[in-house]
């Protein structure tokens, strides 16, 4: 009989397939590694058995203890599986960006799920490692894996990945691309393959990491991106800086857009990390000869992802272009043919674009440490109606925005005096309109869901590529709904 002891022995040796349709007009053969047919969904798996084995050999697990970690998910299902096997607690650490199937992923597997903001600075103790950090001290028996900075992480890929890799292209690989969270997948993978191609005729493997715009790998500041499970905002002591040859920064309407053509075109429902590395090696392999063998790793599953890249109003509202399918004929029975909510129509869409664009151009933008009278000054002075809070400067990723706020709702809160001039803008505003979400509207949803949104609220913040525009009020969009 063929079988599994158990469901921890059928992690690794995951498969590489041929990319076909998106590598059009590409010389070199790129290989996608299916990380997402491990057990658990992810690449994570890989690390999860490594890190609870080197904990229970150091002693620093012990028979009934409980392991807490900061994980946007899949490293949690990975120790989820592994804590379950043995005999373990799991309390995951997860930052409120993470969509909610994966939390509920967590605690299907019978995790615990605790909830970070996202906008936390990485060194405050309300961040997700001080979180965990506090909750590993707090919690009998807890221990924290570290996944950030565990040597046990990478050398799971030196064992296992790389190895893999080797073994599946018969030694031809010249290219591997991967994302880089903590770090440990290409630090591990891309140090195997460096040293086992070492002395090979052709030259060692080139290791180049596919990296979200904003991220301090790809030497940004670690702003905000919507890829969830790579890029950082501080240098994690798993990624290796010797490793990588080369980085390369996608930006989101870049991983967002391979991303839904992966699962339309290859058949590969996987998620935003995966389109990255994907769009990563194409731009790579572009200028690479025939015989060049680039292996990209696909680190997880599109189904943890169904809300948002996968769901065209999550996408559209954020300004990501979304391809429309054509329509059903009308027979008898269907109530909807596919047609109905498609906002402007194709050939409108530019002209569309560039109207709701001049809505918001000359949009201005204050601080969150700003008073009224300055969010006021700031929006008077440029003739705006209103003011994006949060960014130093227009246009920004969507997640420095904390709120849009209409001018007139701060004169009115002056008039009323239940603020003054001088009074900050956290102070004047319940919390709930300066951390809820600003109502948005993308540039492709066109003049008619401007309008509606506009019906509904004082004022809205126009997003493009993932990024803000501006604040725009009912006056401002007037030329747009016009035309
Ligand atoms: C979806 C996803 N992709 C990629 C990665 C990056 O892997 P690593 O942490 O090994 O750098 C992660 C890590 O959290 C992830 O969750």
Not at 57 to 66: A, D, E, N, V
Request: charged share 25%; aromatic share 4%; proline share 6%.
């Amino acid at each position: 009989m063929k079988y599994a002891d158990s469901v921890l022995d059928l992690i690794g040796n995951t498969p590489l397939v041929r990319l076909n349709s998106v590598a059009e007009g590409v010389q070199a053969t790129v290989l996608a590694k299916l990380e997402y047919l491990n057990p658990g969904g992810s690449v994570k798996d890989r690390i999860a058995a490594a890190l609870v084995d080197s904990a229970e050999k150091s002693g620093r697990l012990r028979p009934g203890g409980t392991i807490v970690e900061p994980t946007s998910g899949n490293t949690g299902v990975g120790l989820a599986m592994v804590a379950q096997a043995r005999g373990y607690g799991m309390v995951c650490v997860t930052p409120d960006k993470v969509g909610e199937e994966k939390r509920d992923t967590l605690r299907a597997y019978g995790a615990r799920v605790a909830l970070v903001s996202s906008s936390v600075p990485p060194e405050s103790e309300e961040s997700y490692y001080g979180v965990s950090d506090a909750l590993a001290r707090e919690i009998e028996g807890g221990f924290k894996p570290d996944q950030f900075n565990n040597p046990a992480a990478p050398q799971a890929h030196y064992e296992t990945t790389g190895p893999e890799i080797w073994r599946d292209t018969e030694g031809k690989i010249t290219h591997l691309v991967a994302g880089a969270g903590t770090g440990g997948t290409v630090t591990g993978t891309g140090r195997y393959l460096k040293e086992v191609s070492a002395d090979r005729e052709g030259g060692p493997v080139t290791v180049i990491v596919a990296d979200p715009e904003g991220s301090v790998y790809s030497g940004g500041s670690g702003k905000p991106y919507f890829v969830e499970g790579v890029g950082e905002d501080m240098w994690p002591a798993n990624y290796d800086t010797e490793v990588p040859d080369e980085v390369h920064a996608v930006t989101d309407a870049e991983a967002f857009e391979m991303t839904r053509r992966l699962a339309k075109e290859e058949g590969l429902l996987v998620g935003g990390s995966s389109g990255m590395a994907v769009a990563g090696a194409l731009k790579a392999a572009k200028t690479l000869p025939a015989d060049a063998v680039v292996v990209v790793i696909l680190p997880d599953s599109g189904r943890g992802y169904l809300g948002k890249v996968f769901n065209d109003e999550w996408m559209a509202e954020r300004g990501f272009p979304v391809e429309r399918g054509e329509s059903l004929p009308r027979v008898p029975g269907l109530i909807a043919t596919g047609a109905e909510d498609g906002g402007t129509p194709r050939e409108a869409e530019a002209a569309a674009r560039d109207s709701l664009r001049a809505a918001a151009a000359g949009s201005v933008s204050v601080p969150s440490a700003a008073t009224v009278g300055e969010a006021l000054d700031a929006a008077e002075s440029a003739g705006r109606g209103g003011v994006v809070v949060g960014p130093e400067a227009l246009p920004a990723a969507l997640g420095e925005m904390r709120a849009v706020l209409a001018a007139d709702d701060l004169r009115r809160a002056l008039l009323a005096g239940t603020a003054e001039r001088g009074t900050l803008l956290a102070e004047a505003l319940a919390d709930a309109v300066l951390d809820g979400a600003p109502v948005l509207v993308g540039t492709g949803q066109g003049p008619r869901v401007l309008a509606e949104r506009l019906g509904e609220n004082g004022v809205v913040a126009l997003a493009e590529d993932g990024r803000v525009l501006g604040a725009v009020t009912s006056a401002e969009a007037l030329p747009a709904l016009r035309a």
